[in-house]
Antibody, heavy 123, light 104 residues
Framework: QLQLQQSGPGLVKPSQTLSLTCAISGDSVSTNSAAWNWIRQSPSRGLEWLGRTYYRSKWYNDYAVSVRSRITINPDTSKNQFSLQLNSVTPEDTAVYYC?????????????WGQGTLVTVSS | EVVLTQSPGTLSLSPGERATLSCRASQSVSSGYLAWYQQKPGQAPRLLIYGASSRATGIPDRFSGSGSGTDFTLTISRLEPEDFAVYYC?????FGQGTRLEIK
């Protein structure tokens, strides 16, 4: 059974960097049949896709236009996990952050989600 | 970028009734990427339907999806108490704003 376990701080100061990690069990971050996503949810923005990383003979990243200048998603094959870094955060970045698997071959949908991490941006 | 608009915003029904939720895309889209999710308070969304009409593993057959082009529908044939939740449609990088299904 695939599981995604998120870790990282729940409180980040304005202008600093938000960092979260998603550990994968039951699949490989290097698989050719999935992409690994970060999605956030807030009352004001609803569900907002932030970006993804995936491996197709080499590593690729896609990022949402709204955060493209501030976001980095990196795979870590040695630990079978992937991470999110969001720079220069403001209170508008306060949200529940989810990591999620997008299965490419059978469903083309997000079929597994992490447990979610509430990140509050406040001094 | 495609915009997904869900209606109604809130749907009030009783257990045993039929629920029909709508998702409209701002332009014609491939139904192969249209998915529906259910979310309960404090939980991550759960995949219900993918490819517009295929049920995900373990999803009861009272849930069905249909549609093509710009108009998609999630139908719950007979509501069970556990079905009252928020439902989202999703296409690639875009989510709808959700429909809250509440007990009447």
């Amino acid at each position: 059974q695939l599981q995604l376990q998120q870790s990282g701080p729940g409180l980040v100061k304005p202008s600093q960097t938000l960092s979260l990690t998603c550990a994968i069990s039951g699949d490989s971050v290097s698989t050719n049949s999935a992409a690994w996503n970060w999605i956030r949810q807030s009352p004001s923005r609803g569900l907002e896709w932030l970006g993804r990383t995936y491996y197709r003979s080499k590593w690729y990243n896609d990022y949402a236009v709204s955060v493209r200048s501030r976001i980095t998603i990196n795979p870590d094959t040695s630990k079978n996990q992937f991470s999110l870094q969001l720079n220069s955060v403001t209170p508008e970045d306060t949200a529940v952050y989810y990591c999620a698997r997008e299965e490419i071959v059978a469903t083309s949908a997000i079929d597994y989600w992490g447990q979610g991490t509430l990140v509050t941006v406040s001094s | 970028e495609v915009v997904l608009t869900q209606s109604p915003g809130t749907l009030s029904l009783s257990p045993g009734e039929r629920a029909t939720l709508s998702c409209r895309a701002s332009q014609s889209v491939s139904s192969g990427y249209l998915a529906w999710y259910q979310q309960k308070p404090g939980q991550a969304p759960r995949l219900l339907i993918y490819g517009a009409s295929s049920r995900a593993t373990g999803i009861p057959d009272r849930f069905s999806g249909s549609g093509s082009g710009t108009d998609f529908t999630l139908t719950i044939s007979r509501l069970e108490p556990e079905d009252f939740a928020v439902y989202y449609c999703h296409l690639r990088i875009t989510f709808g704003q959700g429909t809250r299904l509440e007990i009447k």
